[in-house]
T-cell receptor
Framework: EAGVAQSPRYKIIEKRQSVAFWCNPISGHATLYWYQQILGQGPKLLIQFQNNGVVDDSQLPKDRFSAERLKGVDSTLKIQPAKLEDSAVYLC?????????????FGPGTRLTVL | QKEVEQDPGPLSVPEGAIVSLNCTYSNSAFQYFMWYRQYSRKGPELLMYTYSSGNKEDGRFTAQVDKSSKYISLFIRDSQPSDSATYLC????????????FGQGTRLTINP
């Protein structure tokens, strides 16, 4: 079974620029998550999708971050404009459903550096 | 105060030692408790999953949950160099929608 795919793996941009990350979840997984992991910290949930609908985006900085999951499969996360404090690893995860017992499988992440 | 507190370490032990990793939490609504392992430059992977209080064993790994003390532990027996990684505790159950709240992670090194 193929895992969660993310691209790019690394990205370096200057502040105020825009950036987009892509995620392809495990086939058949209805629930998709985007996390932000700042160096030395645990992942923090940014947004959760159930199919193509948003379940939770309470911690997404909506003035600069946006995410979509068209057709309930792939997802993109965008930052516009980026700030220095956005430097982090952005992890995508997927699970079969939203139920607690369903394991979240994580991708390798995209490491973003904002200069 | 953070919802989940975890000592970041680093923790360094000799091969074969018993390792104890711990987290405390403040939200009594948490019902599901997990331990994830994260190797450098990789995403977290689920190690252990426990519902409510009690113990769970899987090979060399044992997870314990004490809801009365709001305290969870992961024990690693006969530790191996391949166990060297960051260990993250995670919890959910507040909204019933699998919203995981992670601890900071403990960086563990097993020395041969």
């Amino acid at each position: 079974e193929a895992g969660v795919a993310q691209s790019p793996r690394y990205k370096i941009i200057e502040k105020r620029q825009s950036v987009a990350f892509w995620c392809n979840p495990i086939s058949g997984h209805a629930t998709l998550y985007w996390y932000q992991q700042i160096l030395g910290q645990g992942p923090k949930l940014l947004i959760q999708f159930q199919n193509n609908g948003v379940v939770d985006d309470s911690q997404l900085p909506k003035d600069r971050f946006s995410a979509e999951r068209l057709k309930g499969v792939d997802s993109t996360l965008k930052i516009q404009p980026a700030k220095l404090e956005d430097s982090a690893v952005y992890l995508c995860a997927s699970s079969f459903s939203w139920r607690e017992v369903d394991t979240q499988y994580f991708g390798p992440g995209t490491r973003l550096t904002v200069l | 105060q953070k919802e989940v507190e975890q000592d970041p370490g680093p923790l360094s032990v000799p091969e074969g030692a018993i390792v104890s990793l711990n987290c405390t939490y403040s939200n009594s609504a948490f019902q599901y408790f997990m331990w994830y392992r994260q190797y450098s430059r990789k995403g977290p992977e689920l190690l252990m999953y426990t519902y409510s209080s009690g113990n769970k064993e899987d090979g060399r790994f044992t997870a314990q949950v004490d809801k009365s003390s709001k305290y969870i532990s992961l024990f690693i027996r006969d530790s191996q160099p391949s166990d060297s990684a960051t260990y993250l505790c995670a919890m959910s159950g507040v909204q019933g929608a699998q919203k995981l709240v992670f601890g900071q992670g403990t960086r563990l090194t097993i020395n041969p």
